[in-house]
C-alpha cells in the first residue's frame, strides 16, 4: 500500500509538471494572440482606419487581353480595338427612368437597346454595372463626364471589342466570340471566375472556340477604393494578369482571299495544303458570313437570313460537310489492288459499259464503254468498269484499310469545329450500323467512292498530299503561339510500295496533261508548273432502269439539290508537288467542268504566290481568264485596304 | 481509487454544495456571457432580438444546467464515461445516417426543441472517457504500446465519423484535445516527438506532391489553401471573409470606434458577423483594450481550471478539468486565429460570445463537470 502511494505520488506530480507544460504552452499561444492583434490593430491601424472609413474597398476582376490571331505572313487576322461604353450601377443610380431619360438627351441611344438595358438592370444584382451601350464615339464620352453630377452611377468606360479585319473571308477558319452564355458556363466544370464577368466574351466556334484557354489568358485583379458613389478613386494594389496568347495560323490571308472570291456565287468549298509541311494555306467555304456581325450580338432577322439559307453559309463545308468522293477515290482502290499485287500497272481490264455482278447490271458512266484500258488510262479516261472490277478481287476491307492509310475516314485534328470524321465502310461497320449484311454490290458501289464512302475536302486534299509526297502528310493550322513553332505536319514514308505511288502520280499527270484526259481543259500550260489530278462527280441520286433506257437526264435539267456534286483533287508542280488541292462544288454538275476550273486557279494562285501570267493558261483560255481576274480583283475590297495600308 | 477511498465525510452535502462552487470560474464565465449578449445587441442593430434575447435564455437554461451537475457527485460522471462515450458515437452515426444537411455538411439531429450537434458533445464525453481510462490504468503501464493504441483507437473513431460530415475542423480539435490528455496522463514524450516529426512530414509531402503524379489532395483543397496563404489571389472568394475580417479588425484601433459604432459590422462588409466572425465586431467596436481584456478573461478562465486541477488529488478529476480547458482554449484560440488570419477560415464558433446553442449548452455542460470535480474533490 504504501509503495502504491509512493508511486501514486510520482504520477501526480508527473502530471502537476505536464499540466503547467501545457498551461504553459496554452500561455505563450495566447500571447502571440496578443501580439497579432497588437500588429493589427495598432501597427497597421492608420492603415486599415483608412481603408474602413469613408472609402469602401472593393476587388475587380482585370481582363486580360484576348490573344490576337495572325495569318503565316503576320497579317492580322482577329485583333481587339478600344471601344467606348456607357455602364450604369443601379445602386448608384436610384432613379433609373430618369438617369436614362437624362442620359439620352446628351447622348443618341436607340429605344430598343434602352429597353434592354433597363430590363437587365432591373434584373441584375443592385452593384453590378451594367452596359448601356458599347458603341458610342469619344465624345459622346467627354459630353457624359461632363455632366457626370446630373447621372449618378453612370460610367464611361473604354474596352476592348473584338474586330475580324478580313471578315467573311475567315468567317469559318476563326469563327466569333460572344458573351458567355448560361449555356456554355454549364458545359464548363469550375469555371474561370473571368467568364461570370457580364457580356465577357469567349470563342463560341472554329479557331476562337478550340484555342480558348490559350487566347484568353488569366485575370488580374486590382484592389480599388470607391466612394459612395461608386466611383474608382484610388487603386490600392493591383495583380497583373497575363494576356491571352497570339496565335499565328499557316493560313496565306491573300490566298485564302483569292479562294473566297474564286468560290462566290457557288455553294462550294476547297481546301490548299503544303505537301511538304502539312501547312494548310488556305480553307474556304462558300457562301460566308461575316463574323462581326456576331461579336456585337446579330439581329434575329439577319441571323434567320444565314440560317434559312439552303446553300448553308454557317457551315464550314470544307472540314464539317462529307461527300461521297466519287472518283477522287479511284487512286484509293487502285493503291490496293497494286498493293495486294492483284494486277499490275500495265495489265488490262476489258469495259463494255457496264460489268454484271450477281445478276445486277453496274454502269460505267460512259455507255459504249473504254475498251481495253490499263491503270493509266482507267484514270485518264476515269473508266469506271476498270475499278468495279479491281475492287472485286480486292475486296472492300483492304480498300478501307488503303483510305485510312490516306487519311480518309479519320478526323484530321485541324483547331476548326466540328470536323468531320468521314466514312470508309466496312462489313464490321455496315453489320453495326445497319444491322445488314454486306453485299457484293456495296463493294463495287465503294470503288468508285459512291455508296456509303464519305469525305471532306480537307481529308481529299490530305489524301492527295500523301499521292504526291509518299509521306504521312498531316494538316496543321496553327503554325506558333506566342512566337513558338508548333510541330511540323511532314510524316514518316507510308508503308506503300513507292513505285506503286509513281505509277499513281504518272497517271494523275495524264489526267489534266494527256489530250482526252478528263481534266485536260483545265491543264497548267507552264512546264515546270504542270498540274496532275483527278476528277469526280458523285451522285446523289439513283439512275433507275428505265431512265437508262431513255437517256439519262442531264444534269442542268434538274433541281439543284438533285445534282450531282463536282470534285477535283490535284497537286501541282507535278514532278517537284508543293501545293495540293481539293474542290468540292455542291450540286456543281460535273467534276471536269465545274470544280477542275476552280481548282486550277486557285493551283496557279498559290504557285505564283499572287495573280499567275497568262500563259499559264491553254491559249484559248486566256481571253476569258484575263476578265475574271479583273472581275476577282474587283470583289476584294478586304484585300485593297490592306495594300492600301501599307502604301 | 476506488470510491471508498474519497473523504466522504468532509465533502459537502446537500444545498451546502452551492457554497462550495468554483465561484471565481462561475463569474468569469458569466462576464464572457455578458460581453456576448453585448456584442449580439450590436451586431443586430441595437436590438434584442434575433439574437441575444435567445442567447440569453440558453445561457440561464446553461447556468442552472452547470450548477445541477455541480452538485452530482463526480464518481456519478466517472462511472457512466464510457457510457456517454458510446451514446455520442451512436449519434455521430445517427447524423451521418439521418441527419440534417446545413451548410453543405451534415452536422444536427433535430431534437424538436433544439438542433444537437454531436460533435460538439463529443469534445466532452471523449475527455471524460480518456480521464476515466487513464484513471482506472495503473500508472506503470500507460506507455506501453497496447495501451498507447487503445486510447488512439478511442480518439479516432469519433474523428473518422467528423470527417465523415465532413468537418474538418472540429476533427483536429478532436485530435488535438484527445491528444492533449494522453499527453497530460504522462505518456511517454517519444510518442508525441513520433507523431509531431510525421505530421511534418505529410505536410511536406503534400506541398511536394503537388502537381506530379502522386498528388496528395484535391486540386480544390490544394486552391483552399493557396487561399489562406495568398487571400488576394481570390479576393471576391473566399479571401473576402479573411481580408474583409483584418480591416474591421485594424480599423479598431486602440479604443475601437465605440459601441455600436463599427462601420465594417453596421454596413454587412462581414460574414458570419453574429457567429464565427463576433470577434471582429468586439475589435472593431472596443479596439485593442476590448479585445485584449477578453484575451484576459478567458486567460483566467484556463487558469482557474488548471488551478482546480492541480489542487485536486483525484486523478480522473484532474484529467477531466485540465481536459475540458484544453478544449476551452482551443476554441477560442483557433476563432481568433482564424479571424486575425493566421489560420483558415475552418467553422469553430468563440465560446460563449458567438450566437448558437449546442456549443454554448454542451460548454456549460463541461464546465458543470469542472464545478462536480471541484466540489467533490478529496479533502
Keep these: 500500500m504504501k509503495r502504491k502511494n509512493a508511486d501514486h505520488e510520482a504520477n501526480q506530480s508527473l502530471m502537476s509538471r505536464r499540466a503547467l507544460v501545457v498551461g504553459g504552452l496554452q500561455f505563450v499561444l495566447v500571447g502571440g494572440l496578443a501580439a497579432r492583434m497588437r500588429h493589427l490593430q495598432i501597427n497597421e491601424a492608420d492603415q486599415f482606419r483608412t481603408l474602413a472609413e469613408e472609402n469602401r474597398i472593393k476587388f475587380k476582376l482585370i481582363p486580360p487581353a484576348r490573344g490576337e490571331v495572325f495569318d503565316r505572313n503576320g497579317v492580322q487576322l482577329a485583333q481587339n480595338v478600344p471601344n467606348y461604353q456607357i455602364k450604369m450601377v443601379r445602386e448608384d443610380t436610384r432613379d433609373v427612368e430618369a438617369v436614362i431619360a437624362r442620359l439620352s438627351q446628351i447622348i443618341d441611344l436607340d429605344d430598343e437597346a434602352i429597353e434592354r438595358a ?121 495583380r497583373e494578369g497575363k494576356p491571352g496568347a497570339n496565335i499565328q495560323l499557316t493560313i496565306d490571308s491573300k490566298l485564302q482571299n483569292y479562294l473566297q472570291a474564286r468560290l462566290d456565287g457557288e455553294s462550294a468549298s476547297a481546301v490548299v495544303i503544303d505537301c511538304e509541311t502539312g501547312d494548310l494555306v488556305a480553307i474556304g467555304s462558300a457562301p460566308t458570313y461575316d463574323p462581326n456581325l456576331f461579336v456585337s450580338g446579330i439581329s434575329v432577322a439577319d441571323y434567320r437570313e444565314l440560317t434559312d439559307n439552303k446553300f448553308r453559309p454557317l457551315a464550314s463545308k470544307a472540314v464539317q460537310g462529307t461527300y461521297p468522293p466519287g472518283s477522287t477515290f479511284k487512286m484509293i482502290t487502285a493503291m490496293a489492288a497494286l498493293e495486294e499485287g492483284i ?173 482526252g484526259g478528263t481534266a485536260n481543259k483545265s491543264r497548267i500550260t507552264v512546264d515546270n508548273m504542270r498540274m496532275a489530278g483527278k476528277t469526280g462527280t458523285s451522285q446523289v441520286r439513283n439512275i433507275s432502269a428505265a431512265e437508262r433506257r431513255t437517256g439519262v437526264v442531264r444534269n442542268e435539267d434538274l433541281p439543284w439539290e438533285r445534282r450531282d456534286h463536282a470534285l477535283f483533287v490535284d497537286f501541282a508542280p507535278a514532278d517537284n508537288p508543293k501545293y495540293a488541292v481539293a474542290v468540292i462544288v455542291e450540286h456543281g454538275g460535273g467534276g471536269s467542268t465545274a470544280a477542275a476550273p476552280i481548282a486550277r486557279d486557285i493551283t496557279l494562285q498559290a504557285l505564283y504566290d499572287g495573280p499567275p501570267p497568262l500563259e499559264a493558261y491553254p491559249s484559248k483560255d486566256r481571253g476569258r481568264i484575263r476578265s475574271q481576274q479583273k472581275r476577282l480583283a474587283k470583289m476584294r475590297p478586304m484585300a485593297k485596304t490592306q495594300d492600301d495600308d501599307k502604301a | ?15 451546502r454544495k452551492i457554497l462550495f462552487l468554483n465561484w471565481p470560474l462561475t463569474l468569469l464565465l458569466c462576464s464572457v456571457a455578458c460581453v456576448g449578449f453585448l456584442m449580439l445587441y450590436s451586431v443586430a442593430g441595437g436590438s434584442f432580438t434575433p439574437w441575444a434575447e435567445p442567447q440569453m435564455k440558453r445561457f440561464a437554461i446553461g447556468l442552472v444546467l452547470m450548477v445541477a451537475i455541480g452538485m452530482t457527485p463526480i464518481w456519478f460522471w466517472r462511472s457512466i464515461a464510457v457510457f456517454c462515450y458510446g451514446v455520442t458515437v451512436i449519434l455521430l452515426i445517427a447524423v451521418d445516417l439521418f441527419g440534417e444537411e446545413g451548410k453543405g455538411a451534415q452536422r444536427w439531429i433535430d431534437l424538436g426543441f433544439m438542433r444537437l450537434q454531436p460533435s460538439e458533445l463529443m469534445k466532452i464525453t471523449l475527455v471524460m472517457f480518456l480521464a476515466a481510462y ?102 471576391l472568394g473566399a479571401g473576402y471573409h479573411i481580408t474583409q475580417s483584418k480591416i474591421a479588425l485594424g480599423s479598431g484601433g486602440w479604443t475601437g470606434r465605440g459601441f455600436m459604432q463599427g462601420p465594417q459590422s453596421r454596413l454587412n462588409f462581414l460574414p458570419e458577423k453574429h457567429t464565427d466572425f463576433i470577434f471582429t465586431t468586439l475589435a472593431e467596436e472596443f479596439g485593442f483594450v476590448g479585445g485584449i481584456s477578453l484575451l484576459a478573461i478567458y486567460l483566467l478562465v484556463i487558469f482557474f481550471c488548471i488551478a482546480s486541477a492541480l489542487a485536486n488529488r483525484d486523478r480522473f478529476s484532474s484529467l477531466l478539468i485540465l481536459g475540458i480547458a484544453l478544449n476551452f482554449f482551443l476554441f477560442f484560440a483557433v476563432n481568433m486565429a482564424m479571424v486575425m488570419g493566421l489560420i483558415p477560415v475552418v467553422g469553430v464558433p468563440l465560446p460563449l460570445v458567438s450566437y448558437g446553442g449546442s456549443a454554448m449548452l454542451v460548454l456549460m455542460l463541461a464546465f458543470g463537470l469542472v464545478q462536480s470535480a471541484h466540489v467533490h474533490r478529496p479533502r
Design chain 1, 118 to 238: 433597363v430590363a437587365l438592370i432591373k434584373r441584375s444584382a443592385p452593384f453590378h454595372p451594367i452596359t448601356i451601350t458599347d458603341d458610342v464615339t469619344w465624345e459622346d464620352i467627354s459630353r457624359v463626364s461632363v455632366n457626370a453630377p446630373a447621372l449618378p452611377g453612370v460610367t464611361p468606360e473604354v474596352g476592348l471589342s473584338r474586330v475580324y479585319p478580313l471578315g467573311s473571308d475567315f468567317a469559318h477558319i476563326l469563327g466569333y466570340v460572344g458573351p458567355v452564355s448560361d449555356y456554355d458556363l454549364k458545359k464548363i466544370d469550375d469555371p474561370d471566375p473571368l467568364l461570370r464577368i457580364p457580356r465577357f466574351q469567349i470563342g463560341k466556334v472554329g479557331v476562337e472556340a478550340k484555342e480558348e484557354i490559350r487566347l484568353r489568358g488569366s485575370a488580374g485583379n486590382k484592389q480599388v477604393e470607391v466612394n459612395a458613389a461608386g466611383r474608382e478613386m484610388r487603386e490600392l494594389g493591383r
Design chain 2, 134 to 235: 487513464y484513471d482506472w490504468l495503473p500508472p506503470e503501464k500507460k506507455s506501453r504500446p497496447l495501451w498507447v493504441l487503445l486510447p488512439i483507437a478511442i480518439i479516432l473513431l469519433p474523428t473518422a465519423l467528423v470527417i465523415q460530415q465532413p468537418d474538418l475542423g472540429t476533427s483536429l480539435l478532436l485530435v488535438m484535445a484527445g491528444g492533449g490528455i494522453m499527453f497530460l496522463a504522462g505518456v511517454h514524450w517519444a510518442y508525441f516527438a513520433a507523431v509531431i516529426a510525421s505530421g511534418v512530414g505529410l505536410i511536406v509531402a503534400v506541398f511536394q506532391s503537388r502537381e506530379t503524379s502522386w498528388q496528395l489532395l484535391n486540386n480544390y483543397q490544394y486552391r483552399r489553401i493557396d487561399t489562406f496563404i495568398d487571400p488576394s489571389a481570390d479576393p
Design chain 2, 1 to 15: 481509487m476506488s470510491y471508498l477511498e474519497y473523504t466522504v465525510k468532509s465533502t459537502p452535502t446537500g444545498l
Design chain 1, 343 to 515: 494486277i499490275g500497272p500495265d495489265e488490262t481490264v476489258r469495259c463494255n459499259g457496264h460489268l454484271e455482278v450477281a445478276d445486277r447490271k453496274f454502269h460505267c458512266w460512259k455507255r459504249s464503254g473504254h475498251g481495253s484500258v490499263d491503270l493509266k488510262n482507267s484514270l485518264k479516261r476515269s473508266c469506271d468498269v476498270y475499278y468495279y472490277d479491281l475492287a472485286l478481287k480486292v475486296g472492300i476491307e483492304k480498300i478501307s484499310a488503303m483510305a485510312n492509310v490516306f487519311g480518309l475516314g479519320v478526323r484530321h485534328n485541324v483547331e476548326m469545329s466540328a470536323v468531320a470524321r468521314g466514312l470508309t465502310p466496312t462489313k464490321a461497320w455496315k453489320k453495326r450500323v445497319h444491322d445488314k449484311d454486306w453485299v457484293i454490290g456495296d463493294t463495287v458501289n465503294a470503288s468508285i467512292g459512291q455508296g456509303d464512302m464519305l469525305a471532306s475536302p480537307l481529308q481529299l486534299a490530305v489524301m492527295t498530299a500523301r499521292l504526291a509526297t509518299g509521306r504521312e502528310v498531316t494538316p496543321r493550322l496553327v503554325k506558333s503561339v506566342d512566337g513558338v513553332e508548333q510541330a511540323s505536319g511532314a510524316g514518316a514514308p507510308l508503308k506503300v510500295d513507292q513505285n506503286n505511288l509513281k505509277k499513281m502520280r504518272q497517271a494523275m499527270f495524264a489526267v489534266v496533261n494527256d489530250r
